[in-house]
């Protein structure tokens, strides 16, 4: 069993940065692969980002490729979502997740645990 707890949401400008961390609670968190995905009102939950288990691999979606970045720290059990360049469409609940396929990264269904979701909005 894994808890994840997303913190660092809040309200940007246009053009800001924020930094999302993860924690997970249990001894396996490196067992596991890492996403980020976000959930805008009125749309679909939708991959951000994902990490492999040993950190050297991070995914992206199309959308926010160049903007952010994905790190993990298997001692502190921690995954960190840097976001730069913050648009107006970045606005959503981005969401932990951890999951075991490297293959299936940005699919939902790969996950087995999710956190409750931290709040990102973006203003003109």
């Known amino acids: 069993q894994v808890q994840l707890v997303e913190s660092g949401g809040g309200l940007v400008q246009a053009g800001g940065s924020l930094r999302l961390s993860c924690v997970a609670s249990g001894r396996t968190f490196s067992s596991y692969t890492m996403g980020w995905f976000r959930q805008a009102p009125g749309k679909e939950r939708e991959f951000v980002a994902g990490?492999?288990?040993?950190?050297?691999?991070?995914y992206y979606a199309d959308s926010v490729k160049g903007r952010f970045t994905v790190s993990r720290d298997n001692v502190e059990n921690t995954v960190l979502l840097l976001m730069t360049s913050l648009k107006l469409e970045d606005t959503a609940v981005y969401y932990c997740?951890?999951?075991?396929?490297?293959?299936?990264?940005?699919?939902?269904?790969?996950?087995?645990?999710w956190g409750q979701g931290t709040q990102v909005t973006v203003s003109s």
């Open positions: 997740a951890a999951g075991g396929s490297i293959r299936g990264i940005a699919t939902m269904a790969t996950y087995d645990y």
């Open positions: 990490i492999s288990r040993s950190g050297y691999t991070p």
